[in-house]
């Protein structure tokens, strides 16, 4: 119940204030704000209805959105342990296997081709593995890649070379075009007619 009081105090406050912004708008276009009194009031009512309502909707997803966060969240959780637990029971599993396998191989020997051919005994788990004769390292040798570079030129060289580019240069330079000179523009005012008849004077 207080829930209820307290928003629709909320919506209450919210629509006062929508309906004052819209007053203060409308009076500052010039409109009379006294005879639009009531479709203004209903206007603020309507829109601050739509505002709690948008409200109301968004704040119930984000509810959703953080309870099913919160099953996947438990869901990972369960899951990493059962992971552990399974790999737990397997690495045992493997312990006993291994076991049990180096007791059958120390206890057996092997035959072939009638003859009785002795296996050497699998080292027991239980004790200290003796670290076996370090071998020396076999290094090969390598002979490290010299890089060459190309011999540099000589001062001459350059110069020629420079030379020769220059000259090239100056003879594919283009010559300059003069600047184009303005074409005289025809008027259209007549010229005096000249009367020619068939004898001319002379």
Do not use: C, W, Y
């Amino acid at each position: 119940m207080k829930k209820k009081g307290k928003s629709k105090v909320k919506n209450k406050e919210l629509e006062t204030s929508i309906t004052a912004k819209f007053t203060e708008a409308l009076h500052g276009l010039g409109h009379n704000v006294e005879s639009l009194k009531k479709e203004i009031a209903k206007a603020g009512k309507t829109v601050s209805e739509k505002i709690a309502k948008a409200l109301a909707d968004a704040q119930k997803a984000t509810a959703k959105e953080a309870d099913k966060t919160k099953k996947l969240t438990k869901k990972v959780d369960k899951k990493k342990t059962d992971v552990k637990i399974v790999a737990n029971k397997a690495e045992a599993k493997i312990d006993k296997v291994v076991s049990a396998v180096a007791k059958a191989a120390s206890g057996k020997s092997s035959t072939a081709s009638g003859r009785s051919v002795a296996k050497p005994a699998a080292p027991t788990l239980d004790k200290p593995h003796a670290a076996p004769a370090e071998k020396e390292a076999v290094k090969e040798a390598f002979a490290p890649v010299k890089r060459t570079r190309a011999p540099r030129r000589k001062k001459e060289e350059i110069e020629a070379a420079n030379a020769e580019k220059e000259a090239v240069k100056e003879a594919s330079v283009k010559r300059k075009r003069s600047p184009n000179k303005p074409k005289p523009v025809a008027t259209s005012e007549e010229k005096p007619a000249t009367e020619t008849t068939g004898s001319a004077v002379l």
